[in-house]
C-alpha cells in the first residue's frame, strides 16, 4: 500500500512540475506584414523530409494549411492569368503526432511538434525563405485531442506570415 502511495504522489509531482507546459514559438514572428498585393502565390510542393511514413496525410495538411492561409491573406492564385505569379515549395523536416493521454502526464513523451520551411520562388530565383516550429506539451491546446490538426496551422500561419514579409 505504501508503494502505491508513493507511486500516486510520485505521478502527482511530475505532473505539477511538467504539466503547466503550453504551445511554444520556437521563433516569434513579426506583428506587421509588408504584403505585396500585385501577385499571387500558387504552392506547388510540399515534401516530406523526414524519412518517415505517418498515420496522417501530414503532406496534405501543411499543404492545405498554407494555402487556407494565403487565402486568408487575399494572396492565393486562383488561376488569374493576368496577375503574376510565384511559386511555393515546403518541406516538413520534424514531426511528431504525440499523444493526447501522455501529454497531461507526461509532457515530454506526449508533445506533438512539427517544423516546416518554405522557399517562395519567381521563376527560378529564390526570393524570401522561412522556417517555423512549433510543440503543443500541455495547456490549452495540449488538451485536445486534434492537437496534431492544430500544429499544421499554426506553422502554416508562421511560415506564410514569414514569407509575405519578406516579399
Known amino acids: ?25 520556437e521563433a516569434p514572428s ?25 498515420d496522417v496525410d501530414a503532406i496534405g495538411m501543411l499543404w492545405n494549411g498554407i494555402e487556407e492561409s494565403l487565402r486568408n491573406k487575399g494572396l492565393l492564385w486562383t488561376g488569374d492569368a493576368d496577375i503574376p505569379i510565384m511559386t511555393l515549395q515546403a518541406e516538413i523536416l520534424k514531426y511528431q503526432k504525440g499523444s493526447v493521454f501522455l501529454r497531461p502526464v507526461l509532457p515530454m513523451w506526449g508533445k506533438t511538434y512539427l517544423t516546416a520551411r518554405c522557399e517562395l520562388l519567381e521563376g527560378d530565383r529564390v526570393v524570401a525563405s522561412a522556417e517555423s516550429s512549433r510543440t503543443i506539451s500541455a495547456g490549452k491546446e495540449g488538451f485536445s485531442f486534434d492537437a496534431w490538426k492544430e500544429v499544421y496551422r499554426m506553422v502554416a500561419e508562421d511560415l506564410v506570415s514569414q514569407i509575405t514579409q519578406k516579399m
Not at 505532473?15 to 503550453?22: A, D, I, K, N, Y
Open 30 to 54: 513579426p506583428s506587421v506584414p509588408a504584403m505585396r498585393q500585385d501577385v499571387r502565390i500558387r504552392v506547388v510542393n510540399v515534401a516530406n523530409k523526414t524519412g518517415e511514413l505517418f
Open 1 to 25: 500500500m505504501k508503494a502505491l502511495r508513493t507511486f500516486c504522489a510520485l505521478v502527482f509531482l511530475v505532473s505539477l512540475v511538467f504539466g503547466c507546459g503550453r504551445a511554444r514559438d
